[in-house]
């Protein structure tokens, strides 16, 4: 039987094995058949014996065909196998061949794929892996909100939230606190850390790595006399694995370690470094009014965030009802937040706009790449057109050019990686301590996924272009040529312009974004913070409760520990204050202004600040009327306070707001104060933030204790004061523990850290991009200067002077420069809003850094057009005609 005609087609696309199988059987039957045929049956009978003969044909037809395909699926994959290894030898040796095309490429992806590859690792640590903790999606913060604005929580609501709501597992209440450490033989040392309700650790969900978290009922007074270490802590105390029931003293106070967290618990330097339990009173169970608690919660599963959301909002709106007399109340609701939000806090737009950039900084590197590939394949015009003319087939030319551009991209990743292990380095280095997870960075799996993924990319990306361009090449023309094909008016060159102005416009994207930067850094340091940082040195201590158990003995012993600084050599004045302007901390009230009533949601919320004599004085802030807290200020004699400029403005426009009298902090009636004096205001919450109204009090006079304590002293070398400042502190009291010893000049430049930190990588990406959209332009001049050195000796020989070689040539770097910055104005204005939160007094459409980027780039592409514009001038005619 003749196999159907259409079967023919089907070998176009290679063997036809279920045809072949077929024919074969059919030959083998009709030889059967003649055979019997030969004996004398009748055709007929000779075809039903050549069946029986035969046997199940079916099933012999499909198990012939299996075999077959089989052997056919072996024999593509052997010869695919084959092909790829002799691509692979073959590319190999036209890199080796073309060393310095080789480094210069491989050069530029390392660049590209290396950053490409630093900030993924930095943003996959930080960013894109889960929390460690157990169902860590489910954990959500509960806050409040005052006029919309998210907010500590008292623990009022705490208690009622706990008591009231269904949707969570478990809530928990966290406490910032800070502890006198007395290791066994050892200075004492400040430590960050948090008093937490028992649930917290089921919450914050992870196996401890020694011992056990608290226990229900652990936060009984009696019971609470136990804490949980932090691995970092841990680790600093001797790494004691029996450390598990051995005591431990904290504020003069011996607590019993029960666990120790894992080292995945710890997600920053700057986290808490033990637990201990928060105990609340029932007073405290009852207060609405102080807010100083963070509040997380598990939901249980199945219940959607909406959904408690709108569960916390009822009983919220029912505690207000209930509480009719709490005017600040009414002006207070609820809201929930992801954790992960959370802890990432202004994390994730820095590294979005890092990644974005070195984005561009890999695209540049392969438009540069691509450029360099499509003039090399204009030098081998000639041997592709001399493949095809033996046979070769698009796809057989395809293929191999595109293996040449992976095995280069891949050469570059490899060195990539070098670049991206020492940006890693760099970037944890240069990176503020509170990034969480930022040291966890390294060369990971995924990350290495990462690379390898973005190579092969890159390199399908950068040689398609020229393969498809290549075999599109007139082969007679070629041959006949001998390869010289192509001018600048070509579709082909068209492409490599495209290419160039398409460097230029991400040049200038990354410019614009460093510009923006630099400018938004260089306003943020002429900030004046209120006060004079210059000589200037700040400490911190605690005083704990066992040993100073009443606002008396706090205020006594702040007025020692002042007395003893003054007296050290060399201090001009000292004083001290519960929170120093640039740090975290600090109440916030609400402020009632003698013969005035607030409506709900009017009544003013101010900074409250505790200070000593002598502190304002210390700080230099400035005495705009009135006078300044004294000695006079003791506790029994008439309540003072004196108020920031700010305030007085906004209380009391156009007067002269010393005389007035404004209360507080006392619930109501409140306890009225007297403003004695009026002081500038001071940018306590950082040189960008807008200036917050604020009172200071005498510490005397301080509604409650401040246990606390900054001190701060003036001299002609603070940071020599360190010593005797330590000393002094001792000299009051031994076991007190000093932290955050630094002069208020290293204060105010850690707040500028993170935008000098983004401007500095912005602006190393940003010449890593100009030097690359140069490169790309020198080498397009270059190519065509070199494709026209004939026309040129024809010009010069017909009379054409030198400048006129140069102004033709330089024309091309001028046109091209000219597109590249348009088309990049264009995308820096819709790229540069990214920065929109990451900038201080300039807008993203910034007219002065537009100007400045854009005449830095075009002066390098002028450079860049006029040194082969130079070589171009000096082609001999007679050399170039002959």
């Avoid at 290679?14 to 199988?21: E, L, Q, R, S």
């Avoid at 492409?495 to 306003?523: C, F, K, M, Y």
């Avoid at 990214?834 to 390098?860: E, I, W």
């Amino acid at each position: 039987m003749t196999p159907p005609l259409w079967r023919r087609y089907l070998r176009i696309a290679g063997p036809d094995v279920a045809a072949d199988v077929e024919a074969e059987l059919n030959f083998h039957l009709e030889m059967l058949v003649d055979e019997n045929v030969a004996r004398g049956m009748t055709p007929e009978e000779a075809r039903r014996a050549a069946l029986a003969r035969f046997g199940e044909r079916g099933g012999v037809e499909r198990e012939c065909r299996e075999l077959g395909e089989r052997q056919e699926r072996s024999r593509r994959r052997t010869e695919w196998v084959d092909a790829l290894w002799s691509d692979l030898r073959f590319a190999v040796r036209q890199l080796r061949v073309n060393r310095g095309f080789t480094a210069v490429a491989v050069l530029t992806l390392a660049l590209g794929i290396g950053g490409t590859t630093a900030i993924f690792s930095a943003v996959h640590s930080v960013l894109l892996r889960p929390l460690p903790y157990a169902d860590a999606d489910r954990i959500v913060v509960l806050q409040e909100t005052s006029r919309g604005e998210p907010g500590p929580v008292s623990a009022g609501h705490f208690s009622d939230w706990r008591q009231r709501t269904t949707s969570y597992e478990a809530i928990a209440a966290f406490d910032a606190f800070s502890f006198n450490l007395a290791p066994p033989g050892a200075e004492p040392e400040r430590v960050y850390g948090g008093r937490v309700t028992p649930a917290y650790f089921q919450v914050v969900a992870m196996r401890p790595a020694l011992g056990r978290y608290f226990l229900p009922g652990e936060d009984e007074p009696g019971r609470d006399r136990v804490a949980v270490l932090s691995h970092p802590l841990w680790t600093r105390m001797g790494a004691d694995a029996g450390i598990v029931g051995k005591p431990v003293r904290l504020n003069g106070e011996v607590y019993t370690v029960v666990g120790v967290a894992p080292a995945a618990y710890t997600l920053s330097a700057q986290e808490e470094a033990l637990w201990v339990p928060l105990v609340f009173t029932p007073e405290q169970r009852g207060n609405y009014g102080a807010h100083g608690l963070l509040v997380l919660g598990k939901l249980k599963p199945g219940v959607t965030r909406d959904r408690a959301e709108e569960e916390l909002l009822r009983v919220t709106r029912g505690i207000n009802g209930e509480h009719p007399e709490e005017t600040p109340l009414r002006e207070r609701s609820a809201r929930l937040q992801g954790f992960h939000d959370m802890v990432l806090g202004g994390a994730r737009a820095p590294f979005l706009v890092l990644l974005v950039s070195v984005g561009f900084i890999l695209l540049l590197a392969v438009v540069n790449v691509a450029n360099l590939l499509l003039a090399r394949a204009q030098v081998r015009a000639k041997e592709i057109s001399i493949r095809a003319a033996l046979g070769a087939g698009q796809r057989r030319i395809v293929r191999q050019l595109l293996t040449e551009s992976v095995v280069l991209s891949l050469a570059g990743g490899v060195a990539g990686l070098v670049v991206a292990w020492l940006g890693i380095r760099l970037l944890v280095r240069m990176a503020s301590e509170g990034v969480p997870r930022l040291g966890d960075a390294a060369l990971s799996v995924p990350v290495l996924a990462f690379a390898f993924v973005v190579a092969v990319g890159s390199g399908v990306l950068f040689g398609l272009a020229p393969a498809l361009r290549v075999t599109r090449t007139d082969l007679q023309g070629t041959l006949r040529e001998g390869g010289r094909t192509g001018s600048m008016g070509t579709p082909r060159d068209r492409l490599r312009r495209g290419l160039v102005v398409g460097e230029l416009a991400l040049a200038l994207v990354l410019l614009v974004g460093a510009g923006l930067t630099i400018r938004s850094s260089l306003l943020l340091n002429q900030v004046h913070p209120g006060f004079d940082p210059a000589g200037v040195l700040s400490a911190t201590l605690s005083l704990p409760e066992a040993g100073y158990p009443d606002a008396a003995r706090v205020a006594a012993a702040q007025a020692r520990l002042v007395e003893e600084l003054r007296a050290v050599p060399g201090v001009q004045s000292a004083g001290a204050v519960n929170s120093l302007p640039l740090a975290s901390g600090g109440a916030n009230v609400g402020l009632q202004v003698e013969g005035r009533t607030w409506r709900p949601g009017e009544m003013p919320q101010v900074d409250f600040r505790v200070v000593t004599p002598g502190y304002l004085e210390t700080m230099r802030i400035p005495l705009r009327a009135g006078r300044l807290v004294g000695e006079g200020d003791h506790a029994t004699a008439p309540k003072v306070v004196v108020i920031s400029e700010e305030l007085a403005r906004r209380l009391w426009p156009g007067e002269n707001a010393v005389g007035k009298r404004v209360g507080c902090c006392t619930g109501d009636p409140p306890e009225w104060r007297e403003v004695v004096g009026v002081v500038g205001a001071v940018r306590h919450h950082g040189l960008g933030e807008a200036v917050q109204p604020e009172m200071y009090v005498p510490f005397r006079q301080s509604p409650w204790p401040e246990r606390t304590v900054s001190l701060v002293s003036r001299g002609a070398n603070p940071a020599a004061l360190a010593p005797a400042l330590r000393r002094a502190v001792r000299a009051v009291d031994p076991t007190l523990a000093l932290s955050g010893v630094q002069t208020m000049d290293d204060v105010v430049a850690d707040t500028l850290a993170g935008p000098r930190f983004s401007a500095l990588l912005l602006t190393g990406l940003a010449l890593v991009g100009l030097m690359l959209a140069v490169m790309g332009i020198y080498g397009m001049i270059s190519y065509f200067v070199s494709q026209r050195t004939h026309e040129i000796g024809v010009r010069l020989a017909l009379g054409a002077t030198a400048r006129d070689v140069v102004r033709l040539v330089v024309r091309e770097g001028v046109v091209m420069g000219a597109t590249g910055l348009a088309v990049g104005a264009v995308a820096a204005l819709a790229v540069a809003r990214l920065l929109r939160t990451l900038l201080f007094g300039v807008t993203t459409a910034d007219p002065v850094v537009l100007a400045a980027s854009c005449a830095v780039l075009f002066g390098a592409a002028l450079l860049a057009s006029y040194l082969p514009a130079r070589r171009a001038a000096r082609v001999d005619p007679q050399v170039s005609l002959r």
